[in-house]
């Protein structure tokens, strides 16, 4: 039965697809940073609700995020596809979001097509401000995922992954207060801010040699202070802290802050810190990935196995892995050796290849939808899988796992 649904829903994509592309280049060409989304996620909306979606504009308390639902023929489970639509300052839309929320509007519109065949339901979730701000982190903690079975959202890149995770990461911000004076004729009645930055950068740099090799830590001055004759009496910098495990993520982001209170005491200026929210390690259901890259294979999709020496980035779908079993797919859509958040792979987000891509990252989130929706046994399995893995990660984040 689920072959014809694959097959009725795939040909739906393909019918959809120039108008998919259309949807993906507007979002493409009205860049919004984190939570102004507010064209690309109404465009969104309009779309889903026009398909016969019921929508919830603005949920979590956050204005560019909304739940689209559609219900099948009796209970069952709940298949989150998600949206992200965000776009980098200055940069625009050169991590390809613009794909990855249509791709999971094409997605939800396929299994909309066979939905009266199946129990449970399709929910997409539009969720803003990946690159910055944790959208999915604030949504997280606002229970929108508890009603949901599975989740999934695939990200354009230079290779086609399935089973692929993500570093957890944090976001520092840190303010030092000093006191300014005439840098030449009274420098002893300074304070000087700025040093307090530069004693930290040295101070985390002398840390960096004794970290686990999967830690990463880069920092920039937002602020050194406004002319060479005075003492800078406030300074600014963050840092991005990252390691393959929340845990030790968190670890190392304690000897940061470590690093940045002992420049406050050298200098005697004061420190004032704050993060963002932070992102999980993403914890791919490896269930969920097979049933997914086995869909992807029948379409022409060659998989490629992460090396264990990957480089990898970190995204707030890695918080959603942590409540409900997730995976988070990449589709090529440029060469290799093209990266993300480059001009190149902005260019590479609206290209023919791009288009491809996305058509076939829709094709796979609605295949493995149909697979979750009509094989109880294979929501279970990924849902036992689920329960280890969770459990294993409850261990680490009480520190148990050194
Ligand atoms: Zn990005
Ligand atoms: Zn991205």
């Known amino acids: 039965m689920s072959q014809h649904l694959k097959d009725r829903a795939l040909a739906c994509l393909d019918a959809q697809r120039d108008h998919l592309i259309r949807t993906s280049a507007t979002i493409h060409a009205n860049p919004e940073i984190a939570f102004q989304e507010f064209k690309s996620s109404a465009l969104l909306c309009d779309e889903l609700e026009h398909a016969g979606f019921d929508v919830t504009r603005g949920i979590g308390g956050l204005e560019t995020a909304f739940r689209a639902e559609a219900f099948g023929n009796g209970d069952g489970a709940t298949v989150a596809l998600l949206a992200e639509y965000d776009a980098l300052p200055e940069l625009g839309h050169a991590c390809g979001h613009n794909i990855m929320g249509t791709a999971s509007l094409g997605a ?67 303010e030092f207060s000093g006191k300014a004076s005439h840098a030449a004729a009274a420098p002893e009645e300074g304070i000087n801010a700025l040093e307090a930055v530069i004693l930290t950068f040295n101070n985390v740099n002398a840390l960096r040699l004794h970290l686990r090799p999967d830690a990463r830590l880069h920092g920039i001055i937002t602020n050194g202070g406004t002319a060479a004759n005075i003492i800078p009496d406030y300074a600014a910098a963050q840092f991005s802290v990252r390691a393959a495990k929340h845990g030790y993520a968190q670890q190392v982001l304690r ?48 998989v490629i196995d992460p090396r264990p020496d990957d480089r990898m980035g970190s995204t707030d779908m890695g918080n959603v892995s942590h409540v409900v079993p997730a995976i988070h797919p990449y589709i090529k859509i440029t060469n290799e050796g093209i990266g993300g958040h480059t001009l190149e792979f902005r260019a590479a987000s609206i290209s023919p290849m791009a288009n491809d891509g996305l058509i076939l990252a829709a094709k796979g989130m609605a295949m493995t939808t149909i697979d979750l929706l009509s094989d109880p046994d294979l929501m279970a399995r990924v849902k036992h899988e689920f329960d280890e893995t969770v459990e294993k990660q409850k261990i680490e984040r009480l520190g148990k796992f050194e």
């Open 108 to 174: 939800a519109l396929a299994v909309k097509s066979v939905l009266a065949n199946l129990p449970g339901r399709v929910a997409v979730i539009g969720t803003p401000a990946e690159e910055g701000g944790g959208g999915k982190v604030i949504l997280v903690a606002r229970g929108i995922f508890n009603d949901v079975d599975a989740a999934m959202i695939v990200h354009p890149s230079g290779r086609n992954m399935v089973a692929r995770g993500s570093l957890a990461s944090t976001r520092l911000f840190l």
């Open 255 to 302: 000897r940061v802050i470590q690093c940045a209170e002992a420049g406050a005491a050298a200098t005697g200026a004061t420190l004032k810190y704050s993060t963002n929210p932070s992102y999980a390690d993403l914890i791919p259901n490896l269930t969920l990935a097979q049933a997914f890259a086995a869909n992807w294979e029948t379409l022409g999709v060659h």
